[in-house]
């Protein structure tokens, strides 16, 4: 691998993150900004509050998008680095979270997470994912399930004898998601955390 196509590609993966997809849609669907609706978050639970459940799907699946367009052009530009992709993939979460067209005010990244994480270690995400949604179905905490996945896809990775690249990525985006949830784990712990229905609250 080419070290200056590696770091292109993480470059072009932060750029690719980003795109607010949820800013962007909310804009043009009723000209407010997400970013000053419901929970602040720029992702894909406060847009399904501030404009709707399609308007949220569209959200989550543009974000996990974005994220696969970034490994794939990682990928291409260094002829299949698994090292390149894995950097991408935090690069490109990072941008998500912090996009640099955006006052670095985005979302907290886990639609971006599961579709690089899809790529890259696509057992153990479905695993998690499935986990993931039965904790929400049974307690309708968004954050929990989005905490769920991110921190049970590393160990699954290592179980599993995955690349090393790959191990330390999940355990970095798990970081990443465990950092940007701070507030959401406080008022879980609390009690105080608001479920998936409700008119206020955030996580994807």
Same mark, same amino acid.
């Given at each position: ?22 800013? +962007?849609?909310? @804009?043009? #669907? ?9 929970? *602040?978050? =720029?992702g894909a639970t406060n847009t399904?509050? /501030?404009? *709707?459940?399609?308007? *949220?799907?569209?959200?989550? !699946?543009?974000d996990a998008l974005k994220g696969?367009?970034? !490994?794939?052009? =990682? +990928? %291409?530009?260094? @002829? ?6 894995? &950097?991408? =993939? ?18 907290? *990244?886990?639609a971006t997470t599961i579709g690089? !994480? ?9 695993? %998690?994912?499935?986990?993931? $949604?039965? /904790? ?22 290592? #179980?599993?004898?995955?690349?090393? /690249? #790959? +191990?330390? %990525?999940?355990? #970095? !985006?798990? $970081? ?10 406080? @008022? +879980? &712990? @609390? ?14």
């Amino acid at each position: 691998m080419s070290f200056w196509m590696g770091c292109l590609s993480a470059v072009i993966a932060y750029i690719i993150g980003s795109i607010s997809t949820s800013t +962007l849609v909310v @804009r043009l #669907v009723s000209g407010r900004d997400i970013r000053e609706e419901g929970s *602040g978050n =720029a992702g894909a639970t406060n847009t399904m509050r /501030a404009i *709707g459940t399609k308007w *949220g799907v569209v959200v989550l !699946l543009a974000d996990a998008l974005k994220g696969m367009i970034a !490994l794939w052009i =990682a +990928l %291409a530009l260094t @002829r299949g680095s698994v090292v390149a992709a894995a &950097v991408s =993939a935090i690069a490109v979460v990072v941008g998500h979270n912090w996009p640099i067209f955006f006052g670095f005010r985005g979302g907290k *990244g886990i639609a971006t997470t599961i579709g690089v !994480l899809l790529w890259l270690a696509p057992i153990p995400t479905v695993i %998690a994912g499935v986990l993931c $949604l039965i /904790a929400i179905a049974l307690t309708r905490y968004v954050s929990l399930g989005s905490l769920i996945l991110t921190v049970l896809v590393p160990i699954i990775v290592a #179980v599993w004898f995955m690349h090393t /690249a #790959v +191990l330390v %990525a999940s355990i #970095v !985006l798990a $970081l990443l998601s465990i950092y940007r949830h701070r507030s959401n784990i406080a @008022r +879980l &712990v @609390r009690g105080q955390e608001r479920r998936i229905f409700d008119k206020s609250g955030e996580s994807l």
